[in-house]
C-alpha cells in the first residue's frame, strides 16, 4: 500500500503542493464550482480605473494583471478589467511593473 505511494525522490523533500490524493490534482475528478462573475452577479459593481481600491483587486504583487481564473471574471469583463488597469496604469494610480 505504502510502497506505490511513496516516491523515493518525494521521500527526502516534502513538497508543499504534495497533496494526500489524486482526486485535487486530476481535473476529471475535480469538484466543478461554478464560478459567477462577480460583475455580472451584482449589477451595481462599476468598473472605475480611477478607483485604486478597486483596481488593485485585480493585479498581483508583480503588478500583472490576474487571469480570469483568479478574478473569476466573466470573458467580457475580464476585458474590462484589462482595459481599465491599463488605463490605471496611464495614469499612474496602478504600476506597469513592481519588486
Ligand atoms: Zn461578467
Not at 506505490?4 to 489524486?22: M, T
Not at 480611477?50 to 469583463?77: S, W
Request: glycine share 4%.
Amino acid at each position: 500500500m505504502a510502497d506505490k505511494k511513496s516516491n523515493n525522490r518525494n521521500n527526502k523533500k516534502k513538497r508543499f503542493n504534495n497533496n494526500n490524493s489524486d482526486e485535487e490534482f486530476n481535473p476529471k475528478f475535480r469538484k466543478m464550482r461554478k464560478k459567477v462573475c462577480s460583475m455580472c452577479a451584482n449589477k451595481e459593481i462599476v468598473l472605475d480605473y480611477k478607483n485604486y481600491d478597486q483596481m488593485k483587486k485585480f493585479v498581483n504583487e508583480k503588478g500583472k494583471i490576474l487571469p480570469r481564473r483568479a478574478t473569476g471574471a466573466c470573458a467580457k469583463h475580464q476585458r474590462e478589467i484589462t482595459q481599465a488597469v491599463k488605463r490605471a496604469r496611464h495614469i499612474a494610480i496602478l504600476p506597469y511593473t513592481q519588486g
